[in-house]
């Protein structure tokens, strides 16, 4: 089974940015469709973005188009999730998933496709 650590979140002002990024181990994120997904306080888990494991086509949340990049590294075996012009609404929980398998549901902008999940790091920005 795939391990996932994510890192990189932190407090920013509204406006800012930061760079999540998600350390694999035991699998390789080349083989994955990985996902982007996160939570915030009394909200449920919403989708933010993913990249599959085919053709590594990129989607979206409309919410983050254009201001949200996902992106792999091979070479660290990384899942990366460049976040632009972050707003108060982007204040959440994020994690970083993967679908080892092909079991579960085929629409990998649902949480149940992937059967991998990290801990997840708090991004929070402040007005």
């Known amino acids: 089974q795939v391990q996932l650590l994510e890192f990189g979140g932190g407090l920013v002002q509204a406006g800012g940015s930061l760079r999540l990024s998600c350390q694999a181990s035991g699998g390789f994120v080349k083989l994955y469709t990985m996902g982007w997904f996160r939570q915030a306080p009394g909200k449920e888990r919403e989708f933010v973005a993913y990249v599959s494991r085919i053709s590594d086509s990129i989607t979206y949340a409309d919410s983050v188009k254009g201001r949200f990049t996902i992106s792999r590294d091979n070479a660290k075996n990384m899942l990366n999730l460049q976040m632009n012009s972050l707003k108060p609404e982007d204040t959440a929980v994020y994690y970083c998933?993967?679908?080892?398998?092909?079991?579960?549901?085929?629409?990998?902008?649902?949480?149940?496709?992937?059967?991998?999940w990290g801990q997840g790091t708090q991004v929070t920005v402040s007005s």
């Open positions: 998933a993967a679908r080892t398998s092909d079991r579960g549901s085929s629409n990998f902008a649902n949480g149940a496709a992937y059967n991998s």
